[in-house]
């Protein structure tokens, strides 16, 4: 008889073995792995936004009398006058407001006014993570709100 050469390889147990190895490093590295809002994430924000404001201009328009949505930078809400619905950011997520200084002969502040006939004190909210970005635009004359991709570098 002729003797067989040893066979070379891995056995099942020191294949597991790697494999358990594997899965208790990924069990230890991936929660350490800070999770930032992806550009899909941020532009579903941006149309949330867009829709409590939407929602707060038909209520202004349809219970002729003013509205006003609330924006608040230091805690990342943007808040409807008319139904109290609150849109929360993520801590990642840039939020910034270009407002009107004064709306109806009274100052504006933080938040956008929208008039019992359609019309807004307008502005622009900006919503942002490195690499993206959207403009939530609400025009003064109609108070139509558009969302749109904002140039980031």
Known sequence: MTERPAESGFTLLETICVLAVIAMLAAIVLPAIPRATSRTALEAYALKTAALLKSDRNAAVRNGSTVQTELSQLSGTIRSGAS?????????????????????GHASGAAIEFLPSGMSCGGTIFLSRPGAGFEIRITWLTGGVEVVPANTL
């Not at 993520?90 to 004064?102: K, R, S, Y």
């Open 84 to 104: 109290g619905r609150v849109v929360q950011l993520p801590a990642d997520v840039t939020f910034n407001a270009i407002l009107a200084n004064q709306c109806g």
